[in-house]
């Protein structure tokens, strides 16, 4: 059973920064993809970012690309999401997945709890 615990949200103004953080215990965590969903109010969850186990190959929704950067971190256990040239359309709970397989599936096998970021106009 693998854990998953965000960090790193809040309230920023159009144009600031954020760093997500998830950090994951109890697997082996080199053999899970990660990924970044969100979910804002009204609104389904929808696909943001994602890293294969082995951190060569990342994927983006096309509303981010160029704005937020996905790593990881295998000896820390952690993925990180940083956020930079925030819109107000990026608020929404941002949850963390994980896929026990090279390449994030559409049905993670784990979630977080989320973290809400907020970002006014």
């Known amino acids: 059973q693998v854990q998953l615990v965000e960090s790193g949200g809040g309230l920023v103004q159009a144009g600031g920064s954020l760093r997500l953080s998830c950090a994951a215990s109890?697997?082996?965590?080199?053999?899970?993809?990660v990924g970044w969903f969100r979910q804002a109010p009204g609104k389904a969850r929808e696909f943001v970012s994602a890293?294969?186990?082995?951190?060569?190959?990342?994927s983006y929704a096309d509303s981010v690309k160029g704005r937020l950067t996905i790593s990881r971190d295998n000896a820390k256990n952690t993925v990180f999401l940083q956020m930079n040239s925030l819109k107000p359309e990026d608020t929404a709970i941002y949850y963390c997945?994980?896929?026990?397989?090279?390449?994030?599936?559409?049905?993670?096998?784990?979630w977080g709890q989320g973290t809400q970021v907020t970002v006014s106009s």
């Open positions: 109890g697997g082996t965590f080199t053999w899970y993809a």
């Open positions: 997945a994980a896929a026990r397989r090279p390449i994030m599936s559409n049905n993670p096998d784990y």
């Open positions: 890293i294969s186990s082995s951190g060569g190959t990342k």
